[in-house]
């Protein structure tokens, strides 16, 4: 008789050759999902942090007048992950800061459209998370977007430029006393609900919609580079859709997740690159970005193209 295995779920998340992560990251993504709040909290807390944010939405639909406490936000968020997130957790949330930043870097300085500004959003620190930094951190993809399809047009660089794809060491306080270790998606389940009570509606539903644009960072990413390896992870959906019954921590999660796997392809890209395994052209005749007629004002309310979007958060 043939004598069953047993093997390890960690050890082949670990080992899947088709997961394209940074080895280090990876490590600590495995390690987050093995901890005992993952097993046992996570079920609990999902469940009502939906409720609660479903229910502080409806309640502010209500209210005439938009409410918002963005500085509470931000001191809340702090002082959590400070006193309730593990370390190594922070590190993931603080990581994933930056390498979006450095995915919408990358296309800034390979489009094909000039007057883009550059995304310099990259924080060390769990206290740099207070600065703004989660409201900034979704304006950016929108105002890259909204640039590379309104931009002025420009030759495409004849060589890829992936010199901003370094991640610079990150500090989460390791040695502040916490009162307890949350794995990251019960984190963000917990955190999901001041972001509902301190954004507008407008503003959260912004906020919710950014996820749906991972659709369109990976297209860009695949045109820019040539590599349709990007669209192996482009999520299910439309971009033109609003959801109003999104699981937002998960979509989050996940959307942490595309981009690792994106920023580390590109890592992969670099290092051939540097190794002389790709010539690094992308011929000013390949294919553009979309552009849009004119202006936004119309749509956005406000003057420019840039103007359109404001204050999103997640």
Request: aromatic residues 6%.
């Amino acid at each position: 008789m043939r004598t069953l295995r047993d093997p390890s779920v960690w050890t082949a998340m670990l080992a899947d050759p088709a997961v394209p992560m940074d080895p280090a990251t990876l490590r600590l993504v495995v390690r987050d999902q093995r901890r005992w709040t993952r097993r046992w909290l996570y079920p609990v807390v999902r469940p009502c942090s939906a409720v609660l944010v479903w229910l502080i939405r409806v309640l502010k639909r209500l209210v005439p007048v938009p409410l918002s406490a963005h500085g509470t936000m931000d001191r809340l968020c702090v002082w959590f992950l400070h006193r309730f997130v593990h370390p190594e957790a922070g590190t993931l949330l603080v990581r994933h800061f930056i390498t979006e930043t450095n995915l919408l870097a990358f296309l800034v300085r390979n489009a094909p459209v000039a007057g883009v500004p550059e995304p310099v959003l990259r924080p060390t620190t769990l206290a740099r998370l207070g600065d703004r930094a989660v409201i900034e951190h979704d304006v950016n993809v929108y105002e890259v977007l909204i640039g590379l399809g309104t931009g002025v047009p420009r030759p495409r660089p004849d060589r890829l430029d992936l010199s901003m794809l370094d991640v610079p060491p990150i500090d989460p306080a390791p040695g502040r006393r916490r009162w307890l270790r949350l794995d990251i998606q019960t984190a963000l389940c917990l955190m999901n609900i001041p972001f509902a009570l301190c954004l507008t509606v407008p503003e959260y539903q912004r906020a919710v919609h950014s996820m749906r644009l991972d659709a369109s960072l990976l297209a860009l990413l695949a045109d820019t580079t040539g590599d349709e390896t990007f669209l192996r992870w482009r999520p299910a959906g439309i971009t033109v859709r609003l959801d109003t019954g999104l699981d937002v921590p998960r979509a989050v999660y996940e959307h942490a997740v595309i981009c690792e796997y994106a920023h580390e392809h590109l890592v992969r890209l670099r290092d051939r690159q540097a190794g002389g395994e790709l010539p690094g052209i992308r011929g000013n005749g390949g294919p553009r970005y979309a552009r849009l007629p004119g202006n936004l004002d119309g749509v956005s309310g406000r003057a420019g193209a840039h103007g359109a979007v404001e204050g999103a958060h997640a």
